[in-house]
């Protein structure tokens, strides 16, 4: 489980699914922060709760599914995945110098 | 031969002026000529002729002339005339990449004498560039300054670098050589792609090494290939100066620091997408878009997406086109109803009407009106929005209506000439409307309370929280409310009934517990003015269980020794009375409720006249600043219960007298003096409320509230206009409000300034304008804010002002 980011969705966060009952997302809950109790990682709790809150009951869910504005992939998530695919090439010598003789 | 002198000067400015064209001389096949036009033109005309040579720029013919100079007169000067030619000329053939023709004119000069800096630096620039390593490094050798000689160390450590000819590599010293060989290595080590070997082949190139560029530009693209930019950033920005591997290293900063630059130019394609230099042109392009978003260029936005979508493979188009839609429209500014021109770049979104909902929530920063025309449109088209399953759809409508009743009270916060009341239905409509659908929210049916509150429903809002209560029988917030009623209307008991179930569900409330002392209080008064003593005495000693320590219970033992004596038990008044001095802080305080309650509860009247003699003792006594804010506060509060007694005028008169002796001590604090000033003012005790007032402004010059008070005492002195230690203190004031951001206050600063009183109609309007002029509001044009009759044009008024006189609006 992935508690990197004060923004992240709180799905991935607790690692769940819509569609999962308000006692899988408890029990999810509970198993992270038990994972990441408050006194020894404060900033991974205060995420891991931040999440529970906007999702754990069917309400909440649905007001996360129609007022958030981080809810779906960004601009940063497809940049990411974008680059994962491609990993950056390793210019030789030669190349790097035929390049820099094209832009002078 | 010796031309005669008049046929020779002829002779010479012909030759001048055929000079002038050098270039046709030569066409005309006669070079010759001019060596020998040259050996027959004095000196002076020779000089004069290389200026000429000079300002055409034809290093040519400096030469030639400069070495007729030197033939004759193999003086210093010439030589260094000579070495002049021959450097323009080198130049002039670097410039056009003849870098073999430029190293022969300079080998000529260097035969002349050991050369200046800039010659020896050309000559050694150009042996490298033309591959003649052998001279270049004989010039080395003769560079005298560190400077070009490191210089020339570097330049030589890239070429052994980028040729790896043996030739340089065989003239080169064996450090450089040994080094060079390694950066080679290290380079080959990074092209299949082993960091360790790379690291290997970098160790031991130490810092002062020409080739050492080189080394920061290799561990910089190591990190790049890590992915670690940063790095990679700092690596780079180590390496200075103007050889290979600091320009490689600029280019290559270049495209970390910003890969989606020059977004305008080139068709919207980066300079290093031409290049080829980014590795992957999606990325690119994304980063492209971002930056147009981010610079708020929503079409230029819009159409990199288009062409990015356009670069996207046939099969993974449309998934891919719904993606990057949902990503981008959160962070455009996309109209409500334009969806036609985002379905037409990223296809129709069939799982949910999303970009009308992205742009209703975008807009909720910018524009509440469009948000909630948005949220009208969504709430339409939700009925078919696959999204949210049937069961949940009056659910999410009850949350739409609960949004958009939170945006109406943003636009109804800001007062009731801002807004278009045609779009919105006020946040009341809308709360009501989400509890239709779903009225099960807690949430929703408190806003709704609020709201009506907050309007001033008060008959609405009581049936609000009896709502709530009927669903939420211990919401603690209606049974206060519906408390407060309750006391409005004098029905205790059942106030009493609500604050014992609002304990019941908080039983640390602090304040239940006083609210519920006051009520019982008031009850027994109540019940005290019907005779039911009995009752009443029953009031009081279950006030005092709800008595906590820090609570005051000097009113309770007043009241209540009151009742007693009326009720005729003396001993047991007497021993109330002595509790109630017991807590209070001065006997004062204890000897003024006394003397107050027991007036009201008709005491015999020995009992008064007892009371009244102690407390005249207690008003000759040295006046404190705490009492005189008790006194101040007490009296204010049986003012605004309207409560009239015997005696009170005398009170008065001694209440006032006691705060004139207190004026002027030092230890009032903030709270006591607007408190005592406050009071004055409601008392029309102009004059010393406005002296309190100066010394609090004086004493707490952070408290804006001070000089409004001033300002208010002095217009109701019925003065023409303010003091001008007034004026300043305002001004001052306003200063610090603007500063603050404190918009209410410069507004009440402004009205009092310029209307006088803002409880005035006048000073309403006024309060608005002020609000308007604060920010900038252009909808202030659609209607005229009439000015007071009698007011000039310079904004000062004509006559004296009393707080009482309405102010006359020839327009209203």
């Known amino acids: 489980m992935k508690v990197d980011s004060a923004m992240a969705n709180p799905y991935t966060v607790l690692g769940v699914q819509p569609e999962d009952s308000d006692e899988a997302i408890r029990q999810n809950y509970l198993k992270a922060v038990r994972q990441y109790p408050p006194d020894r990682h404060p900033d991974d709790f205060r995420r891991v709760h931040e999440a529970y809150e906007r999702i754990k009951d069917e309400e909440s869910r649905l007001a996360f599914l129609l007022f958030d504005p981080t809810q779906g992939e960004t601009l940063d998530d497809l940049i990411a995945e974008e680059a994962c695919k491609t990993s950056t090439p390793r210019m030789g010598l030669s190349t790097l110098l035929k390049l820099l003789d094209q832009r002078r | 031969m010796v031309w005669p002198r008049s046929s020779s000067q002829r002779y010479e400015q012909e030759a001048i002026d055929r000079l002038g064209h050098p270039t046709m001389a030569r066409k005309q096949n006669k070079p010759k000529t001019l060596i020998l036009h040259y050996q027959r033109l004095s000196i002076d005309a020779l000089y004069e002729c290389i200026d000429r040579a000079r300002e055409r720029n034809d290093a040519r013919a400096g030469i030639d002339i400069a070495k007729e100079c030197y033939r004759r007169d193999p003086s210093p000067a010439h030589t260094q005339l000579l070495c002049e030619q021959y450097h323009r000329r080198a130049r002039q053939l670097m410039e056009k990449n003849l870098a073999t023709e430029a190293m022969t004119v300079l080998g000529h000069a260097l035969l002349l004498g050991p050369g200046n800096a800039d010659l020896l630096r050309l000559a050694f620039d150009c042996g490298l560039r033309s591959g003649r390593y052998e001279a270049a490094l004989q010039v080395f050798d003769r560079l005298k300054d560190e400077a070009e000689k490191a210089r020339a160390r570097v330049l030589l450590a890239d070429e052994a670098v980028a040729k790896g000819e043996a030739a340089v590599l065989g003239h080169a010293d064996p450090p450089l050589r040994e080094d060079a060989g390694r950066i080679r290595r290290a380079f080959a080590a990074y092209e299949r792609g082993d960091d360790s070997a790379v690291s290997a082949e970098l160790q031991p190139i130490g810092l002062r090494s020409p080739c050492a560029a080189w080394k920061w530009l290799l561990v910089g693209l190591s990190a790049r290939a890590r992915e670690d930019p940063d790095a990679a950033r700092k690596c780079w920005s180590r390496v200075?100066?103007?050889?290979?591997?600091?320009?490689?290293?600029?280019?290559?900063?270049?495209?970390?620091?910003?890969?989606?630059?020059?977004?305008?130019?080139?068709?919207?394609?980066?300079?290093?997408?031409?290049?080829?230099?980014?590795?992957?042109?999606?990325?690119?392009?994304?980063?492209?878009?971002?930056?147009?978003?981010?610079?708020?260029?929503?079409?230029?936005?819009?159409?990199?997406?288009?062409?990015?979508?356009?670069?996207?493979?046939?099969?993974?188009?449309?998934?891919?086109?719904?993606?990057?839609?949902?990503?981008?429209?959160?962070?455009?500014?996309?109209?409500?109803?334009?969806?036609?021109?985002?379905?037409?770049?990223?296809?129709?979104?069939?799982?949910?009407?999303?970009?009308?909902?992205?742009?209703?929530?975008?807009?909720?920063?910018?524009?509440?009106?469009?948000?909630?025309?948005?949220?009208?449109?969504?709430?339409?088209?939700?009925?078919?929005?696959?999204?949210?399953?049937?069961?949940?759809?009056?659910?999410?409508?009850?949350?739409?209506?609960?949004?958009?009743?939170?945006?109406?009270?943003?636009?109804?916060?800001?007062?009731?000439?801002?807004?278009?009341?045609?779009?919105?239905?006020?946040?009341?409509?809308?709360?009501?409307?989400?509890?239709?659908?779903?009225?099960?929210?807690?949430?929703?049916?408190?806003?709704?309370?609020?709201?009506?509150?907050?309007?001033?429903?008060?008959?609405?809002?009581?049936?609000?929280?009896?709502?709530?209560?009927?669903?939420?029988?211990?919401?603690?917030?209606?049974?206060?409310?519906?408390?407060?009623?309750?006391?409005?209307?004098?029905?205790?008991?059942?106030?009493?009934?609500?604050?014992?179930?609002?304990?019941?569900?908080?039983?640390?409330?602090?304040?239940?517990?006083?609210?519920?002392?006051?009520?019982?209080?008031?009850?027994?008064?109540?019940?005290?003015?019907?005779?039911?003593?009995?009752?009443?005495?029953?009031?009081?000693?279950?006030?005092?269980?709800?008595?906590?320590?820090?609570?005051?219970?000097?009113?309770?033992?007043?009241?209540?020794?009151?009742?007693?004596?009326?009720?005729?038990?003396?001993?047991?008044?007497?021993?109330?009375?002595?509790?109630?001095?017991?807590?209070?802080?001065?006997?004062?305080?204890?000897?003024?409720?006394?003397?107050?309650?027991?007036?009201?509860?008709?005491?015999?009247?020995?009992?008064?006249?007892?009371?009244?003699?102690?407390?005249?003792?207690?008003?000759?006594?040295?006046?404190?600043?705490?009492?005189?804010?008790?006194?101040?506060?007490?009296?204010?509060?049986?003012?605004?219960?309207?409560?009239?007694?015997?005696?009170?005028?005398?009170?008065?008169?001694?209440?006032?007298?006691?705060?004139?002796?207190?004026?002027?001590?030092?230890?009032?604090?903030?709270?006591?003096?607007?408190?005592?000033?406050?009071?004055?003012?409601?008392?029309?005790?102009?004059?010393?409320?406005?002296?309190?007032?100066?010394?609090?402004?004086?004493?707490?010059?952070?408290?804006?509230?001070?000089?409004?008070?001033?300002?208010?005492?002095?217009?109701?002195?019925?003065?023409?206009?303010?003091?001008?230690?007034?004026?300043?203190?305002?001004?001052?004031?306003?200063?610090?409000?603007?500063?603050?951001?404190?918009?209410?206050?410069?507004?009440?600063?402004?009205?009092?300034?310029?209307?006088?009183?803002?409880?005035?109609r006048a000073g309403l309007l006024g309060l608005l304008e002020a609000f308007a002029e604060f920010e900038a509001c252009e909808e202030e044009g659609d209607f005229a804010l009439p000015r007071p009759r009698g007011r000039r044009s310079n904004g000062r008024s004509r006559g004296a002002r009393s707080p009482a006189e309405p102010m006359l609006f020839e327009d209203i």
């Open chain 2, 240 to 760: 200075n100066g103007d050889g290979t591997a600091a320009r490689l290293a600029q280019t290559l900063m270049a495209s970390l620091v910003d890969p989606s630059s020059d977004v305008a130019t080139g068709g919207g394609r980066s300079p290093l997408e031409l290049d080829g230099w980014h590795p992957n042109p999606r990325v690119a392009r994304l980063h492209q878009i971002k930056a147009a978003l981010g610079r708020g260029h929503a079409k230029e936005a819009l159409r990199l997406c288009s062409s990015l979508i356009g670069t996207i493979d046939r099969a993974e188009r449309q998934a891919y086109a719904l993606r990057l839609g949902r990503a981008v429209c959160g962070l455009i500014d996309v109209e409500p109803g334009s969806g036609n021109t985002l379905q037409r770049i990223f296809g129709p979104q069939p799982e949910d009407h999303w970009y009308t909902r992205a742009a209703a929530l975008r807009l909720e920063d910018t524009d509440v009106d469009e948000a909630l025309y948005g949220w009208n449109l969504y709430l339409r088209e939700l009925g078919s929005s696959p999204a949210i399953a049937a069961p949940l759809r009056d659910r999410a409508r009850s949350l739409i209506w609960r949004r958009m009743g939170e945006l109406n009270e943003r636009i109804e916060a800001d007062g009731p000439f801002y807004g278009d009341d045609d779009t919105s239905c006020g946040a009341v409509a809308c709360y009501r409307k989400s509890i239709a659908y779903f009225p099960d929210c807690l949430e929703t049916q408190e806003k709704l309370l609020d709201s009506l509150r907050r309007d001033g429903e008060t008959r609405a809002a009581e049936v609000q929280a009896e709502h709530i209560l009927k669903r939420w029988p211990t919401h603690v917030s209606s049974l206060l409310f519906s408390a407060e009623r309750c006391v409005e209307r004098s029905a205790f008991r059942k106030a009493l009934d609500y604050l014992q179930r609002a304990r019941e569900a908080e039983p640390f409330h602090g304040n239940i517990s006083r609210q519920m002392i006051m009520c019982l209080l008031l009850s027994a008064r109540k019940r005290l003015d019907k005779s039911k003593i009995d009752l009443a005495r029953k009031d009081y000693e279950e006030a005092e269980t709800f008595h906590q320590a820090t609570d005051d219970a000097v009113p309770l033992y007043c009241k209540w020794a009151a009742l007693e004596w009326r009720a005729g038990d003396a001993p047991r008044a007497e021993e109330l009375v002595t509790r109630a001095h017991a807590a209070a802080v001065h006997p004062l305080q204890s000897c003024y409720q006394l003397a107050i309650e027991l007036s009201r509860a008709e005491v015999p009247a020995e009992v008064r006249r007892r009371f009244e003699s102690e407390l005249a003792v207690q008003w000759r006594g040295r006046p404190t600043a705490a009492n005189a804010a008790a006194v101040a506060g007490l009296t204010m509060a049986i003012d605004a219960t309207g409560t009239d007694y015997e005696g009170r005028g005398t009170h008065r008169r001694a209440v006032s007298d006691y705060l004139k002796r207190a004026h002027g001590l030092d230890e009032f604090t903030e709270a006591q003096l607007m408190s005592v000033g406050q009071f004055l003012l409601a008392d029309e005790d102009y004059r010393l409320a406005a002296r309190y007032a100066a010394t609090g402004a004086k004493r707490f010059t952070e408290n804006l509230q001070f000089p409004l008070l001033m300002a208010k005492a002095e217009y109701g002195q019925g003065l023409r206009r303010l003091t001008r230690k007034s004026r300043k203190l305002l001004a001052r004031a306003k200063e610090q409000a603007a500063k603050a951001g404190d918009v209410k206050t410069l507004a009440e600063l402004e009205a009092v300034q310029y209307f006088g009183t803002i409880d005035s």
